[in-house]
């Protein structure tokens, strides 16, 4: 094998010795400029070595930076260029005479060691050399942020050029001013008082503005402002809930269907319509369906018997698609067009329930904006104080209405006054009051036609199993076995006197005529 050459260790290891001594001599000199330490504490065979470097090139550089602090006008090392000789050349006897003033900063010389600190930071920070070191300055540190130098071409002569005999004239401006302003303060107190003494007359105060029109002057005397407690409540539109309702009575004559429709049906009867109805509750509280759906439903069927005449095989297809349009005007979430083909047992097929849907459509216009009663109820139930006793029955005798044909003529807002005035009754909660009257918009002498024929409904036997096993639960607070034994015990003293009769035997008497 070929002899390799390899380096004498020892001199690798003087190598490495000599780069590591002279790296370590730089790297401590530029740590000592960057973290400011005095180099007056170094020990003096390094500051020597610096001095003599220095002194070697200060001789050079003089010439040419006095030539450009000269041009620039920088007058910041008057007293430190002593070694290039050209102290004369760059002092100005109008910026040496500034020092003369009594300013509090002396200037102090520094030697060739702290020169190389003031180049070592100027190395580092790019900026001049300081104008002045205070006393308490080290030679190392570097003062605060202060604003940079002007050009003093410009600026020095100008505040050279104020004179101090100016300063006592100034002095006396100073003590005058005060003086004439307080002069003239107490002749503005004088001028202002007779108008202070009028100006609260001319401006009325806040209060008397705000009692001028009071919130409750429009509601008739003895009845509580209920919105007002919701105006902080933007889903209660409390500012526009009058004249909501105002509509929704306006509205109502529109959507009344015929009461004597069944007498232009040739295959159906009173009875009928009762056992669909029945059904379609049944249906409703298989779907968990809103109450809105189901008073909706019940309305499109009667508007649209009270425009055609619908055969007997006929009647349980309008109803289950009148539930299926009211699921898709109320509901968030409706069924899907199966489950009501399902719940039919499969006796229409969706074709059949999809063109009956355009059927009734296009026989009501289109127009399903119906008032319904479950907002009249909560309306009155708010004059209530929401009692949730009372609102349970109040939605159980409301729907009432929907099963028996008597209640047809009236309309939905009637009904709600009627079902809370008796739900009220029968769990004792007082009397019908000037707000609870305002609100649900009937006095006790109109409720009373209403009131009369729920509580002969309730007198009567059950024929509406399905209506009856609904609220009859925990959920609804037994409401139906509840207010039927009430009626049992009360029946007589609202004239129902053949209570004994069912419902479904009174379809051969007017409906005037009936109780």
Known sequence: MPNLRTRNPRSLANEND??????????????????????????????????????????????????????????????????????KAIAKPGLVSKAAQPSGIQKKTTTATSRTATTARRALSNKEP????????????????????????????????????????????????????????????????????????????????????PVQSVYPPGVKDLDTEDLEDPLMVAEYATEIFE??????????????????????????????????????????LLPETLFLAVNIIDRFLSEKVVQLDRLQLV???????????????????ANFRHVADDG????????AERFILSTLNYDLSYPNPMNFLRRISKADNYDIQ??????????????????????????????????RLILGRGEWDKTIAYYAGYTEEEIEPVFHLMVDYLARPVIHEAFFKKYGSKKFLKASILTRQWAKKNAVLYGVVDAEIPLDKLKDRPVDQLP
């Open 247 to 288: 509509y929704l009575r306006d509205l109502e004559c529109k959507s009344v269907p015929n009461p004597q429709y069944m007498s232009h049906q040739d295959d159906l009867e009173w009875k009928t319509r009762g056992i669909l109805i029945d059904w379609l509750i049944e249906v409703h509280t298989r779907f968990h």
């Open 18 to 87: 000599e780069n590591s001594t002279a790296t370590t001599t730089r790297m401590t000199r530029a740590k000592a400029a960057t973290l400011h330490v005095d180099e007056l504490s170094m020990p003096a065979k390094t500051m020597q070595t610096k001095k003599t470097t220095i002194s070697t090139t200060t001789a050079a550089t003089a010439a040419r930076t006095v030539g450009k602090r000269n041009a620039l006008g920088d007058v910041s090392n008057v007293t430190k260029v002593e070694v290039a000789g050209t102290k």
């Open 348 to 355: 229409f097929t969706e074709a059949e329930i999809l063109s």
């Open 319 to 337: 109803g289950i698609t009148a539930m299926f349009v009211a699921s898709k005007y109320e509901e968030v979430l409706s069924p899907h067009i």
């Open 130 to 213: 300081n104008k002045t070191v205070g006393p308490s300055a080290g030679a190392g540190t570097i003062p605060a942020k202060r604003k940079p130098p002007p050009s003093t071409s410009k600026l020095a002569p100008i505040k050279e050029s104020a004179p101090v005999e100016n300063e006592p004239a100034r002095k006396k401006i100073h003590v005058e001013e005060p003086e004439k302003k307080k002069v003239s303060r107490t002749e503005a107190k004088e001028n202002d008082a007779p108008s202070k003494a009028v100006k609260p007359m001319a401006e009325p105060p806040a209060p008397v503005v705000r009692d001028v029109v």
């Open 390 to 423: 009372s609102r349970t029955l109040g939605k159980y005798l409301m729907e009432i209405s929907l099963l028996d044909h008597r209640f047809m003529p009236y309309r939905p807002s009637h009904v709600a006054a009627a079902a809370m005035y008796l739900a």
